[in-house]
């Protein structure tokens, strides 16, 4: 495939393909409401951190899409450790600096996502390649990202901190996602272990998910890397994801 990669800022004009379907998370991933704090403004004010991958051959549809915004770290910012709530945490950040106008030194990873059709084939690896060359070409020094380990949702009971220190032999993490950054040149540093909230009635759960929620209790949810946490009597579930913080020096 000869790939082309618009960037945002570059292309304003692509930025109706942000929400290809094809591009679309599980329905229940999508009511995170910090999440609005980006997309809301993905082709505007953080443009230049979005980046949409079309087969040069059909620049009407995307194979790809890449997320990261820039966010105030370290000096008088407060900030001095990568926030436990990952996800949540940086887009928060990056909204409030924005907002109050403060410089931002970093870049985060939000997101890379394929076209499920074309999953398995390397796209993954040349978009985060594409990604920190372009927060380098911006003038960035660091990028990090909570990753969300790719396998972690076919062991949803075992802790994010157990699942992320396994290694190969080689040393490289056993997770496809970790490893593909790791051999990137990124270095682990640490589990947020609440990367992402996502809470509603179980009206709203059973809508967006198609189980049940007929009991109170831990529910296993296709695609989800934590339990869900359901409470029958409140009428409520919770899903609290976990992530993996990851440095790249660029």
């Known amino acids: 495939m000869d790939l082309v990669v618009v960037n945002l800022a570059e292309r304003p004009d692509m930025a109706h393909h942000l929400w290809d379907p094809a591009l679309d998370w599980p329905r229940f991933l999508q009511q995170d409401p910090v999440g609005d704090l980006f997309f809301a403004r993905a082709g505007t004010t953080f443009a230049a951190h979005t980046l949409l991958a079309f087969d040069a051959e059909h620049l009407d549809r995307p194979v790809a899409r890449s997320c990261s915004v820039p966010f105030a770290f370290g000096g008088d910012t407060g900030r001095d450790e990568l926030p436990d709530d990952g996800w949540d ?109 996502i809470s509603g009635s179980l009206a709203e759960w059973r809508s967006w998910t198609g189980e049940p929620f007929d009991a109170s209790g831990e529910v296993v949810v296709p695609f989800a890397l934590n339990p869900v946490h359901v409470s029958l009597e409140h009428d409520h579930a919770v899903y609290v994801e976990p992530a993996v913080w990851v440095h790249h020096s660029l």
């Open 89 to 197: 945490g940086v887009i928060r950040w990056a909204w409030l600096d924005e907002v109050a106008g403060r410089r931002p030194t970093h870049v985060s990873a939000l997101e890379v996502t394929i076209r499920p059709d074309l999953r398995g084939t390397g796209l993954a690896s040349v978009l985060l390649e594409h990604k920190r060359a372009n927060a380098a070409g911006l003038g960035y020094r660091d990028l990090v990202a909570p990753v969300r380990p790719s396998r972690k949702a076919d062991e949803p009971h075992t802790p994010m901190t157990e699942y992320a220190s396994r290694v190969r032999a080689d040393g490289l993490p056993t997770d496809p996602w970790l490893r593909l950054h790791v051999r990137a040149g990124g270095t682990i540093r640490t589990v947020c272990p609440r990367a992402m909230t």
